[in-house]
């Protein structure tokens, strides 16, 4: 009872945390937004021409020798 008790406690407490962090993230976000520049994450750059690095990781152990 009590490990359970502990538990559902650990989680709720996990989950607060990561409602701060999404609510702390969106206001730095609105606020970079509010003095016009751009916040977040780079968007991928996909007309290099080179691929998907997946496609690349797997050809590359096509190549590898398995012993």
């Known amino acids: 009872m009590e490990g359970r008790a502990m ?3 650990l989680s709720v407490l996990a ?22 520049r751009v916040g977040g994450r780079r968007r991928e750059c996909r007309s290099s021409g080179r691929g998907e690095p997946e496609a690349e990781v797997t050809s590359r152990r096509g190549r590898r020798s398995m012993r």
């Open 7 to 9: 538990f559902d406690m």
């Open 15 to 36: 989950e607060l945390q990561h409602e701060l962090i999404v609510a702390n993230t969106n206001d730095g976000l609105a606020s970079t937004r509010a003095r016009g």
